[in-house]
């Protein structure tokens, strides 16, 4: 899965990531400028949590095209002009084909670039990711009756295979819940637990937020060990992750239990989960300014309903996870996690 996605020369990130309606995936940015607005709310709310800073880093973590942190900025600088000015924007990204979509999408801003957080370090503010955790490559293992092995690839007759050996490094046999059932599989991902972990050294103070599909150990083991990894190219499902490696995108749903585990670990405090539909129905993702009056106002009114409808849906985009840690910074009182009731999800 490594080598699949991020081998300089042939990986997938590398060379050919294509994101958006005429690739081989959509991310909620690709609906429109409304999940960055929504996001530049809860980034002014944690501006004002961490006592609005005279500077401030705003980071995004695998940034795809790079229209999120635009939308983001541009939304911020429109409705909270206060904090935007002193607002220091920053990507971590490790693909330079991305790169060069990012500085496209974000021509005329003051942007750094680095493929590893701790090289912005000291980050004072937020660092955020949307659908970056699920990217990282992930260990495969299976409960048998000779006790967990891991999946590993190799080659029959010219072609991708499974094969079963003993995990490595062997202590991964210990990270298989006694709930998986014999025969069924189970997702570890220690280069993900690893990151986030390594981000309690690039920050002194402030948030992290995660915006991602999967869900904690209990709701994960509901799958009956039937495992997530999984490949997409041009919005399609593909059966057979090891078809074509280095042309499709490969993806595991994320484990939130581990995710925490790993951030708390290195010192965050966390903060708040939600659905991602209840985190921007909070953030007032459906406000709007004014009531459409011209046929053209009306239709433009439509599809950006329309798309907000899609980042909502609770079968897809409204069902990933919104999570968020802090170091060294208020850990009430966020918006972003608080219902229409005005209660908090903890």
């Known amino acids: 899965m490594d080598a699949a ?21 959509l991310t909620a940015p690709d609906l429109g400028p409304h999940l960055g607005r929504a996001l530049s709310r809860a980034m002014a709310d944690f501006w004002q949590q961490l006592g609005k800073p005279h500077s401030w880093d705003l980071v995004e973590a695998g940034a795809g095209r790079g229209t999120l942190l635009r939308d983001v900025l541009a939304s911020l600088e429109r409705e909270r002009p206060d904090a935007a000015r002193g607002v220091r924007p920053a990507i971590v990204e490790v693909s330079q084909h991305l790169r060069a979509q990012q500085s496209s999408a974000l021509d005329g801003r003051d942007i750094r670039w680095a493929s590893d957080p701790r090289a912005l370090g000291p980050i004072a503010g937020v660092l955020y990711a949307n659908e970056i955790l699920d990217a990282f490559p992930v260990h495969v293992l299976v409960r048998t009756t000779d006790g967990a092995r891991e999946v590993f690839v190799s080659v029959h007759e010219d072609r991708l295979v ?28 220690p280069r993900a637990e690893g990151w986030v972990a390594g981000l309690a050294a690039a920050m002194t103070r402030g948030y992290v937020l995660f915006i991602d599909y999967g869900g904690d150990e209990p709701e994960l083991l509901t799958r009956f060990g039937s495992g997530t990894v999984r490949g997409f190219a041009r919005h399609r499902l593909i059966a057979d992750p090891f078809t074509e490696p280095g042309e499709h995108d490969l993806t595991a749903s994320v484990n939130f239990t581990a995710v925490r585990r790993a951030a708390e670990g290195a010192g965050f405090t966390f903060a708040g989960r939600t659905s991602q539909r209840e985190a921007l129905l909070a953030l007032g993702i459906r406000d709007v300014a004014s009531r459409p009056t011209t046929p053209i106002d009306r239709l433009r009114d439509l599809g950006r309903r329309s798309a907000i409808d899609t980042l909502l849906d609770p079968t897809g985009f409204g069902a990933f996870q919104v999570v968020c840690f802090a170091k060294d910074a208020p850990e009430e009182g966020l918006r972003l996690f608080a219902t229409r009731q005005g209660s908090v999800q903890r």
């Open 5 to 25: 996605l991020y081998d300089p020369d042939h990986g997938y990130y590398s060379t050919r990531a294509s994101i958006g309606f005429e690739g081989d995936y």
């Open 162 to 189: 499974e094969t079963l050996r003993p995990p490595n490094p062997p202590e991964l046999r210990y990270r298989v819940p006694e709930a998986v059932p014999m025969g069924g599989r189970w997702e570890v991902s």
